[in-house]
């Protein structure tokens, strides 16, 4: 769950790895579970979690890093410098959008549409950071983006065109990646609180080390 402010381009997220690395142990027999807060500051990503505390140098609260790096590094940025209200990109370069019907997404009433997105036109039609940072991730898995086929994806969309909420699941084999044949992976968002004002907090810049880039997964391992 998080917030962002788009046009100051700061965002908050905070994200729950218990069940993905909670099954991992840090070398002095530490459980790697627990929670990760990112702040994005523009071209800066603030991080603060377990694993990030184990490869740092420092004894600091946070580390901070360029936010391409995070973003190659196997996935690990997930997206977090895009707006997050840019699902709607997906859309336009979908092809065939079906209107499923009318529901309720946290009491607004939204048009449901289900489509076959036609990956390669998302990341033409992407705008540009966005269709970097998914070519990066997807090149980090192992995909290659001219060759992606398509994906099946449901959006629900307000009367005001926003997207409310999003999923997409895809199966990483089936779309040739070369070392994630058994994975398939489940995106499920929903956006709300449109038009708030956001107020997002950078840490203290004597509680923030930096990381080496290094020391994170290389996107062609």
């Given at each position: ?98 209107e499923?019907?009318?529901e ?52 629900w969309?307000d ?5 409310r909420?999003?999923?997409m ?49 290389d996107?062609?391992?």
């Amino acid at each position: 769950e998080g917030e962002f402010d788009v046009e100051a381009r700061r965002g908050r997220l905070t994200t729950d790895l218990g069940s993905l690395i909670g099954m991992f142990e840090g070398p002095t027999g530490e459980s790697m579970a627990g929670e990760m807060d990112m702040v994005v500051d523009g071209d800066t990503v603030y991080v603060r979690s377990p694993l990030f505390a184990m490869i740092s140098e420092g004894d600091e609260e946070w580390v901070s890093l360029p936010a391409g790096e995070l973003d190659s590094a196997g996935g690990f940025g997930s997206g977090t410098t895009s707006d997050p209200g840019a699902f709607l990109s997906f859309l336009e370069g979908a092809g065939t959008v079906e209107e499923v019907g009318t529901e309720d997404v946290r009491g607004v009433a939204t048009t449901h549409v289900r489509a076959d997105l036609d990956m390669a036109k998302v990341l033409e039609q992407a705008p540009a950071q966005d269709g970097e940072d998914l070519t990066e991730q997807l090149e980090g898995l192992g995909l290659d983006p001219d060759d992606l086929g398509t994906v099946p994806a449901e959006a629900w969309i307000d009367g005001d065109g926003h997207v409310r909420r999003f999923t997409m699941t895809y199966d990483l084999g089936a779309l040739g990646g070369e070392e994630a044949e058994d994975v398939s992976t489940t995106i499920d968002v929903e956006l709300y609180d449109f038009d708030q004002p956001v107020e997002i907090e950078l840490p203290d810049p004597s509680e923030v080390g930096e990381l080496d880039p290094s020391m994170l997964p290389d996107s062609g391992d």
